[in-house]
């Protein structure tokens, strides 16, 4: 039987987004949709290629076409188009589709590992990514990616100096480590850091990126007020430990972000050292710092629980020596950052589907 485009798209209609909740046709996910003999192919472009449904999503379009003829054969080609709703006539950061914040409430939690290794895993599936380190004070990013005695190319254009990313593991990272002495203590007032951090995003040329993923220092200050301030940002992610201290910082992070003057949407809450692991014994789960605690948070706050990291010394080691552990295909780790990566990608797409543009802060001093 001889089927048009418009049959097999109405057979494509009831298949949905599992996360967006909408048919795939309506979310304009079908391209090159072609019919030649009895073979049916098109293109499934997903709002990222970090997508944790591709494969369900594949196979239910096999599915809706078989249920409109049993006998074709159905050729998918799978693509991704990152969603955002940044407008490219933004001067600032115009090609940048997503700007990801990653916060803590206090120091000592492992907020510069989680960042690292989150941009890592979001560039492994092929994503286009950044990372910024605006822990301004404690600036890490250089050590964790071994690129300590590196310099930014700095360039000059139109009387004005652009600084361009340094490039490692498929990552462009910027950090004011690149530009200062690592061995001594930055004295710097509010005003200069928050300046400094200003300066890394109007001065730099990040390019095309699907995610940019911003390292906050800990604490909820200067620094934090000016992102928001400058930058639109997509959402924000917070991590803890599960250990109750932890958990009541983390709690004031929260609650700053979602303020009425600022209104940062909450992609998640990311649970690190949620458990500890032997190397000899990887099967076994030690609950160090308490169990699940971030679990209950996240619900407490009726957000998402975006990924538990396991403490293993690899990460520690990894972190040392500038190969971040999300390299590493054969760590329990890796996986674990793998799943956060599908899961904030996720949350992201969501978000930009379900929600407005953020605006930027307009705060009094």
Request: hydrophobic share 40%; with cysteine.
């Amino acid at each position: 039987m001889n089927y048009t485009k418009d049959d097999i798209l109405n057979a494509l209609r009831k298949v949905e987004d599992p996360d967006l909740k909408r048919d795939l046709v309506s979310l304009n996910m079908i391209e090159d949709l072609r019919i030649e003999g009895n073979i049916i192919r098109f293109k499934l472009v997903l709002t990222t290629p970090a997508c944790p449904m591709k494969n369900l999503m594949r196979q239910n379009c096999i599915d809706a076409i078989h249920q409109l003829d049993p006998s074709s054969e159905v050729e998918i080609e799978m693509a991704s188009r990152v969603t955002s709703l940044r407008k490219q006539t933004e001067s600032q950061l115009a090609k940048v589709k997503n700007i990801i914040a990653i916060a803590s409430g206090k120091g000592g939690v492992g907020k510069s590992t989680v960042s690292a290794n989150l941009a890592v895993a979001l560039a492994r599936t092929g994503a286009k990514v950044g990372l910024l380190d605006a822990d301004i004070y404690g600036p890490s990013i250089p050590l964790m990616f071994d690129v300590l005695n590196v310099h930014p190319k700095v360039i000059e254009q139109n009387g004005k100096s652009i600084i361009y990313p340094v490039e490692k593991h498929g990552i462009k990272l910027l950090s004011i480590g690149f530009f200062v002495d690592p061995s001594k203590a930055l004295l710097w007032r509010g005003p200069m850091a928050s300046n400094a951090l200003i300066q890394l995003f109007n001065d730099s040329d990040w390019g095309e990126l699907d995610y940019l993923v911003v390292d906050m220092p800990p604490g909820t200050g200067d620094i934090h007020l000016t992102l928001v301030q400058q930058v639109p940002v997509t959402g924000v992610a917070i991590v803890s430990t599960p250990q109750e201290v932890a958990l009541a910082d983390a709690r004031k992070a929260l609650s700053m972000f979602t303020q009425e003057n600022v209104n940062v949407p909450i992609l998640g809450l990311i649970e690190n050292m949620s458990y500890f692991t032997p190397a000899e014994l990887p099967d076994n789960k030690y609950y160090i710092f308490g169990k699940e605690g971030g679990k209950r948070l996240a619900k407490e706050a009726k957000v998402s629980l975006l990924g538990q990291i396991p403490l293993v010394e690899r990460i520690c080691e990894s972190g040392d020596d500038g190969n971040p552990v999300a390299l590493d295909d054969n760590s329990i780790v890796a996986k674990a950052f793998e799943q956060l990566a599908e899961n904030v990608a996720r949350q992201v797409a969501i978000r930009n589907e379900t929600m407005a543009p953020t605006v930027p802060v307009k705060t009094h001093d």
